[in-house]
């Protein structure tokens, strides 16, 4: 599994909006990294929304 695979799974949604800002909304299990790696793709307009629930893992939707 490549990095950016393990970064979308971390993701629930990322929309870029006008004056240049990217808002992105995680799921709220998300590690630190995941939030970092995202200043790091979009820059400084980076805007994190409120978190959504925890991601369903494979297993468990299962």
Avoid: H
């Amino acid at each position: 599994m490549n990095e950016n695979s393990m970064f979308g799974e971390w993701v629930a949604s990322i929309e870029r909006g006008e004056c240049g800002f990217t808002y992105i909304r995680l799921f709220a299990d998300a590690p630190n990294w995941v939030r970092n790696e995202a200043i790091n793709r979009f820059g400084k307009g980076t805007v994190f929304l409120p978190p959504r629930q925890n991601r369903l893992l494979d297993s468990a939707a299962a």
